[in-house]
């Protein structure tokens, strides 16, 4: 948690600056999640730099032109967040777990973001969620949703994607964007503050005429290999930080 003490420090006055029209966009529904995405957008431009994180992002071309798409990376750690809100030229949305719903500043940032919230313990609940961010994807939103439902603390290396996390876009007939996350697990579980780079890359999308054929659990074993095949092509040239 060094970093985060990092961060903070080097941003004091800033960060009171930024929560401020973050809790604003939070509270009011009148503010679109455009307006919230763009100060959650340049809170993390600035904590990414005071926290000495540099984000290298590949494949940004391979995102969908038209709206109405979900994203689907592997889970690394609580720094996963900021990878995308900097690196993502796309308004986006996520489905986050419930148990970190209500905490402070997550909590804001969910509401300005119009993210949902999942009980992955209540299987009804859960089915609602689904449905709930496949109508808002038909309406053109994008998303972000973690496929293995909780972090891999396995470093560069995933846990099984859940077929049902990939539901959503079977039943919004949206493009399937899998997405690489490699080292973004250092930031916030090394004690250090030594620079660091994490790398992001957005693959090629799944269009529904692809997988539409496909059981989900078959849609999740392709988006496992898509990013796993993608990890090992890259950690394999290059030590891991």
Same mark, same amino acid.
């Given at each position: ?31 679109? !999640? ?5 100060? @959650? ?13 540099? =984000? ?19 889970? #690394? ?10 690196? @993502? ?16 500043? %997550? /909590? #804001?940032?969910?509401?300005? %973001?119009?993210?949902?919230? =999942?009980?992955?313990? &209540?299987?009804? #609940?859960?089915?609602?969620?689904? #449905? ?6 038909? /309406?053109?939103?994008?998303? =972000? ?28 007939? @949206?493009?399937?964007?899998? @997405? ?21 890359? !957005?693959?090629?999308?799944?269009? !529904? ?18 990013? &796993?095949?993608?990890?090992?092509? !890259? ?7």
């Amino acid at each position: 948690m060094r970093r985060i003490a990092l961060m903070v420090f080097r941003l004091f006055f800033k960060a009171i600056y930024y929560f401020s029209h973050i809790w604003w966009c939070s509270i009011h529904e009148s503010i679109s !999640y455009e307006e919230g995405f763009r100060w @959650c957008k340049k809170t993390t431009l600035a904590a990414n730099k005071a926290g000495r994180v540099t =984000i290298e992002a590949h494949g940004v071309e391979n995102l969908p032109e038209k709206d109405g798409f979900i994203m689907f990376p592997n889970h #690394q750690g609580l720094f996963d967040g900021l990878v995308f809100l900097e690196s @993502c030229p796309k308004v986006f949305s996520f489905v986050m777990k419930k148990e970190a719903a209500n905490v402070i500043l %997550l /909590k #804001q940032v969910r509401k300005a %973001l119009g993210a949902l919230v =999942i009980d992955r313990e &209540d299987l009804r #609940q859960s089915m609602k969620i689904i #449905q709930a961010m496949a109508e808002e994807v038909k /309406k053109g939103r994008n998303f =972000i949703i973690f496929p293995e439902g909780t972090r891999s603390r396995q470093g560069n290396h995933t846990l099984e994607f859940k077929g049902g996390s990939f539901k959503a876009a079977m039943k919004a007939k @949206c493009p399937i964007v899998p @997405c690489a996350l490699i080292d973004s697990f250092i930031p916030f579980d090394e004690n250090s503050i030594r620079r660091v780079t994490v790398k992001i890359f !957005y693959l090629k999308p799944m269009y !529904y005429e692809e997988y539409k054929n496909m059981k989900t659990t078959q849609i999740a074993e392709e988006v496992k290999r898509r990013i &796993d095949e993608t990890i090992a092509g !890259y950690t394999q040239k290059e030590p891991l930080a």
